[in-house]
Every structure is written in structure tokens, then in C-alpha cells.
């Protein structure tokens, strides 16, 4: 399989809440892993790619949560669980939150550095 990421993908666990515009419902979700432009969140729902939704990340370190507009980029259920792995695409996110996000990525990158 083709390797189609143009930013590294640095493991997380934290939580965040998803706002799905299509139904206006809400789901908790964990994000899993997340770059420069998208996550990988888990959620208990199906969802057609290109799904819009708005996600709210609690970021470890951070007593603010950062906000993300996204969208559904490719989803599927591993065969031992029941939940469904997301990947999201940012599509809108503001500087400050931007900043945020970028600052977690970066130390994350340094634990992954250091671990070599």
C-alpha cells in the first residue's frame, strides 16, 4: 500500500466532542493520532466521507479546547471492535488554535525523537 501522507502522524489520546452538521447530533470521541492537517478520532457511528463536522479537542497540557472544522476523510471498523476509526481532514481551524495544536504536535515529535 502506497504511503499517501504528506505529514507525519504522531499517536495521542485525549478526548474531544464531534458536532455532526448533517444530523445536528453530538458524540464523544477519542482522538487517537493527529498531524499538521487531520486526526484519526474513534467514534460508535457510521459516516459517509465528506461528513462535515465541527471537533473540540481537550489537547493534554492545554486547559482550553481547540476547535477544528472537518470533514470525513475515509472511515472504517477493525474487525475485533465496535467503534469506528475516523480519519478527519481540517478544514478551518483559527491561528490561536492552530498555534495550540502545532505546540502539542511539536512536543509530541520530540518524545518520538528522543525514543530513537
Same mark, same amino acid.
Given at each position: 500500500m502506497t504511503e499517501r501522507r504528506k505529514f507525519l502522524r504522531f499517536e495521542a489520546a485525549f &478526548?474531544? *466532542?464531534?458536532? *455532526?452538521?448533517?444530523?445536528?447530533? %453530538?458524540? &464523544? &470521541?477519542?482522538?487517537?493520532? *493527529? &498531524?499538521?492537517?487531520?486526526?484519526? /478520532? /474513534?467514534?460508535? %457511528?457510521?459516516?459517509?466521507?465528506?461528513?462535515?463536522?465541527?471537533?473540540?479537542?481537550?489537547?493534554?497540557?492545554?486547559?482550553v479546547p481547540v476547535f477544528a472544522a472537518c470533514e470525513v476523510a475515509w472511515q472504517r471498523r477493525p474487525a475485533t471492535g465496535t467503534a469506528f476509526e475516523t480519519g478527519v481532514r481540517f478544514t478551518k481551524i483559527n491561528g490561536a488554535d492552530k498555534g495550540r495544536l502545532l505546540e502539542y504536535i511539536y512536543l509530541q515529535w520530540l518524545r518520538f525523537l528522543d525514543k530513537k
Open positions: &478526548s474531544a *466532542i464531534c458536532d *455532526i452538521l448533517s444530523d445536528k447530533s %453530538r458524540a &464523544s &470521541s477519542k482522538v487517537k493520532n *493527529i &498531524s499538521k492537517e487531520g486526526a484519526l /478520532i /474513534i467514534l460508535d %457511528r457510521k459516516l459517509d466521507q465528506g461528513t462535515e463536522l465541527n471537533l473540540s479537542m481537550e489537547v493534554p497540557g492545554d486547559n
